[in-house]
């Protein structure tokens, strides 16, 4: 089931949605709804990602992006998955990067909240994660960036758990 049309982030935008983040070597990007591939590519070059980690629902871009990646020689360091968000693998991700619906932001928070480690930075564009206090909001070129932390400790489905341990509950 798709969560969003296929729009691709402006390449500033995406530049910006990785430095928020603070991706860096150490970094496992997963970008959940990846199109046309290119948060993976910009994670990889030129943030020097240790790996990143695509979900492509379309056939057509999957296939695209696997002949982009093989062209630029990326294959180690992209992994790419035809299938559903919803069964992606976030045991390695420390920062998830999402393009995604309001609807479909909220329909992840409790895929979040279970298979996500604490410290897990995720970074949407343009739209929020309700009822999540984000650690930071950017306005950048007319688009809005969200970052959010996975906490440490919480109570799962809780929105009244202690102050301290949450990041980004309200």
């Not at 070597?25 to 970008?31: A, F, L």
């Not at 329909?107 to 979040?112: G, Q, T, V």
């Not at 410290?119 to 809005?144: C, L, Q, Y």
């Amino acid at each position: 089931m798709s969560c969003a049309p296929f729009v691709a982030s402006p390449p500033e935008v995406v530049k910006r949605m990785l430095e928020v983040a603070g991706v860096g070597p150490s970094d496992v990007v997963v970008d959940l709804g990846c199109g046309d591939a290119r948060m993976l590519v910009a994670a990889v070059n030129d943030f020097g990602a240790k790996m990143a980690i695509g979900y492509e629902l379309r056939e057509d871009l999957y296939k695209t992006d696997l002949k982009l990646l093989e062209f630029k020689n990326l294959s180690g360091r992209v992994r790419l998955v035809h299938g559903d968000l919803f069964s992606a693998d976030l045991s390695e991700a420390t920062v998830v990067t999402l393009y995604l619906t309001s609807t479909a932001n909220e329909r992840l928070k409790p895929k979040f909240e279970k298979e996500a480690k604490p410290g897990t930075r995720i970074v949407s564009h343009d739209f929020s994660m309700n009822r999540w206090e984000p650690a930071k909001v950017e306005r950048f070129n007319g688009h809005t960036i969200y970052l959010y932390v996975m906490p440490t400790t919480y109570e799962q489905g809780s929105h009244t758990s202690p102050r301290e341990s949450w990041r980004f509950w309200r």
